[in-house]
């Protein structure tokens, strides 16, 4: 036998709580072996490090004693039969209060209960109020009666773990079914396209939006195991190819481009590629997200237009408002030369000064607002 007391206990524990059917077996045996023993009294029991706990008996009321007391804590360390003829011609128990005192036990007959893991962990004995012996039959019967209990409470566990496991497994079960609704109600409710696709080009899975255009623009209901590239634009295919061998090389890529170009349907997208790996850590396909940025970059193709046609209007302003202020500018650098002075030549040239730096700042002003604008458009 095992003799790691932990362990012992750990198991000794496992049994302690057996349902109704089980202790119902356990009572229909126990009375089966007081009656080919003869005894009045027959229990099942298990020993912990403090009690001994009666699982099944007949012939007591008893559920329980203390360990100290108990007779089975020594037929537990036996490999066979543990007998006690006499307990008042015996050293050990002629003073135990189970014998002095109710239920005056005088004979005892215990065979240990071996668990499948090879632990002691308590004993199917029986007890009389006369000294006696066990014949050879009565002997054996209580040994195979006593794997038929340990058989009973081992079948017990199991089921009862198995019964457990099923529980949780159901529970996870639920809980993955509902986790995958919410994700799938989420997955189809988005605008963007989503297509999971695996090393092959084929759609593992696909959302709303996704099977929506390609119903508008191909007119093909989308199935799983359709090839992807079916359903590219022939125009970006080169490019598609490309980054889809990168993602499957494990880098994730975006990529805007126009779709069905010169057409009435003409879109941008800005697509994502990104590496999906399975349990074991190796890529096994591509996620595609696609969203629509049209009206993005309608937007900036026409902000870019009116900057362009500001820029223009002010580089034509800054001429038109600095010639003259040039030719004012030279004629007083004329003067200056021939040394001809008059009054009002100081206020004259101080005038037409501010009045060049003014026009360059307004000059500078429109261009830094269209530098901003630009900036804008971009981010």
């Given at each position: ?20 059917g ?23 029991t ?28 020594k ?22 209060a ?22 002691a962990?308590?004993s ?14 009565q ?20 089921l009862?773990?198995?019964?457990e ?24 409710s ?21 099977a ?32 889809f ?31 999906v790996k399975?349990?074991?850590?190796d ?47 030279g ?20 005038t ?15 261009e ?12």
């Amino acid at each position: 036998m095992n003799q790691n007391e932990q362990q012992r206990l750990t198991i000794v524990n496992r049994f302690k709580q057996l349902d109704a059917g089980t202790t119902a077996d356990l009572n229909d045996l126990t009375a089966l072996v007081a009656e080919i023993c003869d005894t009045p009294i027959a229990l099942v029991t298990l020993v912990d490090d403090k009690m001994q706990w009666f699982k099944a008996s007949v012939g007591t009321e008893l559920n329980c004693t203390t360990k100290e007391v108990s007779f089975c804590k020594k037929t537990i360390l036996q490999d066979s039969l543990y007998i006690v003829p006499d307990t008042l011609q015996d050293e050990v128990y002629k003073n135990n209060a189970l014998v002095t005192d109710d239920p005056h036990v005088r004979f005892y007959a215990g065979a240990t209960l071996i668990s499948k893991e090879g632990y002691a962990i308590g004993s199917l004995c029986v007890i009389d109020k006369r000294p006696r012996e066990l014949s050879e039959h009565q002997k054996k019967s209580l040994l195979i009666m006593a794997k038929q209990v340990v058989h009973i409470m081992e079948l017990n566990w199991s089921l009862k773990t198995l019964e457990e496991k099923h529980h949780i497994e159901q529970e996870q079960s639920l809980a993955i079914i509902e986790s995958e609704l919410k994700l799938k109600a989420i997955f189809d409710s988005s605008t963007d396209m989503h297509f999971l696709v695996n090393s092959s080009y084929n759609v593992i899975a696909f959302n709303r939006s996704a099977a929506v255009f390609i119903k508008d623009n191909y007119k093909h209901e989308l199935t799983c195991q359709d090839d992807i590239l079916l359903y590219t634009d022939p125009g970006i295919l080169s490019q598609f190819k490309k980054c889809f061998k990168l993602a499957l090389a494990g880098r994730s890529i975006k990529r805007e481009w126009m779709l069905m170009s010169g057409t009435p349907n003409a879109c941008w997208k800005l697509t994502t590629f990104i590496p999906v790996k399975n349990s074991g850590g190796d890529i096994m396909g591509v996620a595609l997200s696609s969203t629509d940025i049209t009206r993005h970059k309608r937007q900036e193709a026409y902000i870019n237009a009116q900057n362009e046609a500001l820029r223009r209007i002010a580089l034509i302003q800054s001429h038109e408002l600095r010639r003259p202020v040039a030719s004012l500018l030279g004629i007083m650098d004329l003067i200056k030369m021939e040394n001809v002075h008059f009054n009002y030549f100081d206020i004259m040239e101080t005038t037409v000064n501010e009045l060049d730096e003014k026009i360059r700042s307004i000059v500078k002003d429109s261009e830094d607002t269209l530098d901003n604008r630009h900036l804008a458009v971009v981010a």
